[in-house]
């Protein structure tokens, strides 16, 4: 898992995450840059604000890398709690040794990747997302419907498939829930 996801500093979105954080910490010396000028998407995650407070305490580099070994340490052990849930015997060994072996990109080109080398607000939503997915199988509703709140607050977009996945779960018990769909 490590030789395969080596830190990769702060670099792809992790500069733009970064300089929201910067912007949180001092908002007038990054009031004017043409990023934030006509609004960012930091509207729509409250990641930067949880963020600044480590770049204040750990440096700009310090915070991307403790980011990124706690996201990475995350994704791991959700990964793990939910092959553990889906798999038995031989099966859930050989599923994690895949997980660790298998680059992880996907997309056109190899554009995306899961549990990325660097700080982004998809470094801790993932994880959630996948907990959320063993906590749904291991009947913890609530953790769950937690572990999403808080992956959407970060990332909506990575949260989504998540909370669909979570949802549907529940609706083939309930099928009622299907007419509440078009309220989501």
């Known amino acids: 898992w490590v030789l395969g996801r080596r830190y ?12 929201q954080g910067l912007r949180r910490l ?6 004017n840059e ?7 998407q930091d509207a729509y995650t409250v990641f930067p ?3 600044a407070p480590l770049i204040d305490a750990l440096g700009a580099g310090g915070a991307a890398m403790a980011l990124t070994v706690a996201g990475q340490i995350a994704f791991f052990a959700a990964a793990g709690a939910l092959v553990f849930r889906i798999a038995g015997g031989l099966t859930r060994w ?11 990109y ?24 996948l ?14 419907l937690a572990a999403l709140a808080v992956a959407a607050a970060l990332h909506p977009l990575v949260a989504a498939p998540g909370i669909a996945a979570v949802y549907l779960w529940h609706a083939v018990e309930r099928p009622w829930l299907l007419w509440t769909a078009p309220l989501l």
Request: glycine share 10%; with cysteine; proline share 4%.
């Open 94 to 104: 050989w599923s994690l040794a895949l997980l660790a072996a298998v680059s992880g």
């Open 34 to 40: 043409l990023f934030f000028a006509h609004g960012s």
């Open 131 to 144: 907990a959320a997915l063993a906590c749904t199988l291991a009947a913890r509703p609530r953790t769950a």
């Open 49 to 51: 604000r949880l963020y």
């Open 8 to 19: 990769g500093g702060i670099t792809h979105d992790a500069t733009l995450y970064l300089a």
């Open 26 to 31: 001092d908002p007038a010396l990054y009031g």
């Open 106 to 129: 996907y997309g056109g080109v190899g554009v995306f990747r899961i549990a990325e080398a660097f700080a982004t607000a998809r470094t801790l939503a993932e994880p959630l997302v």
